[in-house]
């Protein structure tokens, strides 16, 4: 039995849910459970949806009394992943193997291959490519991943194990204070640290079967068919779970260019538009409860205010920012 997990605000709610459906169908043994980076508004349409998971851990329950100052530096995206390493740790402390999986994901079979990994390894990676370009068409997507990542962290594994345990405590470590998208610092949120992993830990699995993490920075390399039994494959093995990654914005355009000779590619992407448009029907429209301050009107809060704050020294940050690190309060206090 494993324990898989994704985390979302309540934007991506619709793609956590089909993730669900996915999970359900593929894996039913699998205990699901959304991290939500957002409040639980009091709303009995979006209650009944939360519902439908294992469980829902709120990034304030997760997080604790540091919460509101961890979250405040983040915008959303950088949000979301900062909590997956504070996630896996408790999780894990659960005794059994932790799957994350990031919410525009959906599975097409189950996640064989990746219990066959963890039978092996502490720590298991999907790469964004997994073969080299020799004509370098498509260098493009190499140079992509030196800038975000050798590791595609929309899926990591990790074993209940002390060196498991060792890798989620580091991760949670560094997505606390370093889970910016600042490449002038050399970070891309969560994925720029698993870089390292095969270096820092031991027992690592790298895990280069064709049908994990399908995706648009790989498309060309795996070739989709189908089987007598009518299942998809890729590169003649099961497509696991595929990353349909921007799709309800400009995620079909990118891979649009690359699926031309993969004809099965398009359907599965009406699929999940389908899919996804369904679920989202489902879930009222809400604001992002860390977009803005709690007092003064509402006013947003800015990527300058966010970094002014993660840099500022610890003794002048406030228990709450969404209150303390308005502009106003803070001109207040700074003359008083």
């Known amino acids: ?23 359900r169908r593929f894996e039913p043994a699998a205990t699901m459970v959304l991290v939500l980076v957002d409040h639980v508004p009091d709303d009995p349409a979006i209650t009944e949806l939360l519902e439908r998971f294992d469980e829902v851990i709120t990034a304030e329950e997760l997080l604790g009394e ?5 979250l405040f530096r983040y915008d959303v995206v950088e949000a979301c992943t900062s909590v997956k390493g504070r996630a896996l740790c408790v999780l894990l402390e659960r005794g059994m193997p932790v799957v994350y999986l990031d919410p525009d994901t959906a599975l097409f079979a189950p996640l064989d291959p990746v219990r066959e990994a963890l039978g092996r390894a502490s720590v298991v990676l999907t790469p964004h490519q997994m073969y080299a370009d ?6 493009d997507d190499e140079m992509c991943s030196l800038r975000t990542g050798a590791f595609n962290l929309g899926f990591v ?12 405590h580091w991760w949670e470590r560094r997505l606390q204070d370093y889970c910016f998208d600042d490449p002038e610092r050399g970070l891309f949120t969560d994925q720029k640290w698993a870089n390292l992993v095969p270096a820092l830990f031991d027992s690592v699995a790298v895990l280069r079967h064709p049908g994990m993490n399908v995706a648009s920075w790989n498309i060309h390399e795996r070739a989709i068919t189908v089987s007598e039994c009518g299942e998809y494959e890729v590169n003649g093995d099961p497509l696991v779970f595929f990353h349909f990654t921007k799709a309800a914005h400009i995620g ?8 031309s000779g993969n004809p099965h590619v398009p359907g599965i992407w009406s699929w999940y538009r389908r899919a996804l448009a369904e679920a989202t029907a ?35 940050r406030p228990l ?17």
């Open 134 to 139: 020799p004509d370098s068409r498509y260098v």
């Open 1 to 23: 039995m494993i324990n898989v997990f994704t985390s979302a605000n309540l934007a991506y709610l619709p793609q956590a849910l089909v993730l669900l459906d996915s999970v």
């Open 252 to 259: 079909q355009d990118v891979i649009r260019v690359k699926w």
């Open 66 to 70: 540091s919460s509101l100052g961890w």
């Open 157 to 168: 594994a990790v074993a209940a194990d002390a060196e498991g345990l060792r890798f989620a």
């Open 282 to 316: 489902l879930v009222p429209r809400t604001t992002w409860a860390y977009g803005h301050y709690w007092v003064g009107g509402g006013r947003p809060i800015t990527s300058a205010d966010r970094r002014q704050f993660a840099n500022a020294p610890e003794e002048v």
């Open 320 to 336: 709450n920012p969404f209150v303390f690190w308005h502009p106003a309060l803070r001109d207040l206090m700074a003359g008083a």
